[in-house]
């Protein structure tokens, strides 16, 4: 008897606007979801759990998003992630992925690689482990 196959960590890549304004999305979001507002929230037919955030660059000023038990928050250098900091973002995802997140949040710098960072996202290991969502544009 086969074991059924493990959940899959909601991921939602965040693009657009400065680092201040990615940032604020994702808090915004959080907020919907923890509060059972918004489509996300009902498709998911789960309470609000464990969720984790990966920002590309560092904040300017004051950031919106504490650390926490549930809101594991990590940042990494901005610059090219399917190139030049994918091996960064490989480790720091995995990680992340170790925690078994509900829902994964990846603020991204630029989105000139976007459609090849979403393919290596859905190749093997991580189609097995994240389940692609719509974008969050801000």
């Known amino acids: 008897m086969s074991s059924p196959p493990a959940r899959r960590s909601a991921l939602t890549l965040v693009t657009g606007g400065s680092a201040a304004q990615r940032e604020a999305a994702i808090a915004a ?3 919907q979801l923890s509060s ?6 009902a498709a998911a037919g789960q309470p609000h759990g464990v969720s984790a955030v990966l920002l590309e660059g560092l904040p300017s000023g004051q950031t919106l998003l504490s650390p926490s ?3 594991p928050v990590h940042r990494i250098a901005p610059g090219c992630l399917c190139c030049t900091g994918n091996l960064v973002l490989r480790v720091t995802l995995n990680r992340i992925l170790r925690l078994r997140p509900d829902r994964l949040f990846i ?7 976007l459609d090849q960072l ?5 190749d093997p290991p991580y189609d097995q482990l994240l389940e ?5 544009r801000t």
Do not use: E, K, V
């Not at 059972?36 to 929230?41: D, E, I, K, L, R």
């Not at 979403?118 to 859905?122: A, E, P």
């Open 29 to 31: 979001r959080l907020a």
């Open 36 to 41: 059972g507002a918004g489509p996300q929230a």
């Open 69 to 71: 038990d549930s809101l």
């Open 107 to 113: 603020g991204l710098a630029a989105t000139d690689h």
């Open 118 to 122: 979403r393919s290596w996202l859905q």
């Open 132 to 136: 692609l969502t719509a974008d969050l």
